[in-house]
T-cell receptor, first 114, second 112 residues
Framework: NAGVMQNPRHLVRRRGQEARLRCSPM?????VYWYRQLPEEGLKFMVY????????ESGMPKERFSAEFPKEGPSILRIQQVVRGDSAAYFC????????????FGPGTRLTVL | SQQGEEDPQALSIQEGENATMNCSYK?????LQWYRQNSGRGLVHLIL?????REKHSGRLRVTLDTSKKSSSLLITASRAADTASYFC????????????FGQGTELSVKP
């Protein structure tokens, strides 16, 4: 049973470009959570999705950020018109969606904006 | 202050000593989880303790939870150099669908 997979592992973008981060949950998990970790900080919740639904996006910046989890394929976190402040590690976790259970994290995507 | 604050921020000990890290939180929780992160890497899940549990063990790890004080502690016994990492507590807030609120972490350094 493969764990949570994220790609790419490293992504470099110039200011103004778009970044697309992908996350494939563990087999049997239908819930995906995205977190962002700025340098020297803990992880901050961004968005929680179920297949074809956004359940909670209270941690998402209001502009330039969007997320989806289509019926087929991985979850995608999209950042449009990236700025230097978007440079961070973005982690995806998957779970069963019940708050009593643990989440399994992917290796993260490290985004660097030049 | 934020949900899930760890204390201390940094801890340096010798191999063989015990390491204790503390975490405080503010809201009602379903469970509290501890994770380890090696520098520049992903998170490794260590242990989950539910709100109705007081203590849990896993190998050299011991976690306690005091819901009346809204605090938890992680004890690593007989530490090893390989335990050097950042440790985060994360709370699954009650009725919030499982999203986790992370603290800032404790950076543990175990010197050989």
């Amino acid at each position: 049973n493969a764990g949570v997979m994220q790609n790419p592992r490293h992504l470099v973008r110039r200011r103004g470009q778009e970044a697309r981060l992908r996350c494939s949950p563990m087999k049997g998990h239908s819930h995906v959570y995205w977190y962002r970790q700025l340098p020297e900080e803990g992880l901050k919740f961004m968005v929680y999705l179920q297949k074809e639904n956004i359940i909670d996006e209270s941690g998402m910046p209001k502009e330039r950020f969007s997320a989806e989890f289509p019926k087929e394929g991985p979850s995608i976190l999209r950042i449009q018109q990236v700025v230097r402040g978007d440079s961070a590690a973005y982690f995806c976790a998957s779970g069963t969606g019940t708050s009593g259970n643990e989440q399994f994290f992917g290796p993260g995507t490290r985004l660097t904006v030049l | 202050s934020q949900q899930g604050e760890e204390d201390p921020q940094a801890l340096s000990i010798q191999e063989g000593e015990n390491a204790t890290m503390n975490c405080s939180y503010k809201t009602s929780i379903n469970n509290l989880q501890w994770y380890r992160q090696n520098s520049g890497r992903g998170l490794v899940h260590l242990i989950l303790i539910r709100s109705n549990e007081r203590e849990k063990h896993s190998g050299r790890l011991r976690v306690t939870l005091d819901t009346s004080k809204k605090s938890s502690s992680l004890l690593i016994t007989a530490s090893r150099a390989a335990d050097t990492a950042s440790y985060f507590c994360a709370t699954a807030v009650y009725n919030q669908g499982g999203k986790l609120i992370f603290g800032q972490g404790t950076e543990l350094s175990v010197k050989p």
